[in-house]
C-alpha cells in the first residue's frame, strides 16, 4: 500500500479526532498544519487535509494550498468539518471557497468531504461569536418556506450545540484514499 499523511487544523477538536481516526485507519500519522512546513510532501502517495468550516470556506486550506503543485494536487483528498447539513448548496460553496480557488474545473480531481462537526456554543468567544450570532440573523431573516425547516436546524444547532461527530463519516474518505494510495 502506498504512503499516506493526514494534515489538519483543529481549533475545537473534532476536526483533529477525525484526522486521528482516519490516521488510524491508513496506518499514518496525522500532523497538525504548523508541525507539517519541514515535510517533503512528494514522500507520499496520498495526502489528506482537514479543516474545519468557518463561513463556507475551509479555515487553513489557503495556507496548506501553498505547499502544493499540480503533481501534488493530483495525490489530494480534503475534507471540512461543519455543523450543516451536507447539502449540494453547502457542498457546492465550501467547494467554491475552498478548493474552486486554485482548481476551478477540479483539474486535479480532489476529493471533498463534508464531515459532521461538534459545536458547543458556550465554547464560542470572540469573532467566532460575532459571526455565529450574524449567521443566526442571516438565517431567520432570509429563509423561504422551501428553506425555513433548515433554517430552523440551523438555529437549534447555534442556540442549543450539537455533536455530529461520528467515526463512521470517515469511512468512503479512507476507502477513497487507499485507492489514491494504490495507484
Known amino acids: 500500500m502506498g504512503k499516506s499523511i493526514v494534515i489538519y487544523t483543529s481549533k475545537r477538536g473534532s476536526t483533529k479526532q477525525y484526522a486521528e481516526w482516519i490516521a488510524g485507519d ?28 468557518r463561513g463556507s470556506g475551509i479555515v487553513d486550506f489557503d495556507k496548506f494550498a501553498k505547499m502544493l503543485d499540480d503533481e501534488l494536487m493530483n495525490r489530494l483528498i480534503v475534507y471540512g468539518v461543519g455543523f450543516a447539513d ?13 478548493l474552486g ?5 477540479n483539474e486535479h480531481r ?7 462537526g461538534r459545536y458547543d456554543p ?39 450545540g450539537c ?8 469511512l468512503s474518505l479512507v476507502k477513497d484514499a487507499k485507492k489514491k494510495a494504490d495507484r
Open 122 to 160: 458556550a465554547a464560542v468567544t470572540g469573532l467566532d461569536k460575532f459571526l455565529m450570532k450574524t449567521m443566526r440573523a442571516v438565517l431567520l431573516s432570509g429563509s423561504t418556506n422551501d428553506a425555513k425547516s433548515q433554517a430552523n436546524m440551523m438555529k437549534d444547532r447555534i442556540d442549543n
Open 86 to 98: 451536507e447539502t449540494a448548496e453547502n457542498y457546492a460553496q465550501v467547494w467554491g471557497y475552498s
Open 110 to 116: 480532489v476529493l471533498l468531504y463534508i464531515l459532521g
Open 26 to 53: 491508513l496506518g499514518c500519522e496525522a500532523v497538525p498544519l504548523p508541525d507539517a512546513k519541514g515535510i517533503d510532501l512528494y514522500d507520499y502517495d496520498c495526502m489528506i487535509y482537514g479543516g474545519w468550516i
Open 101 to 105: 480557488k486554485i482548481d476551478p474545473k
Open 163 to 170: 455533536d455530529l461527530v461520528k467515526r463512521e463519516n470517515i
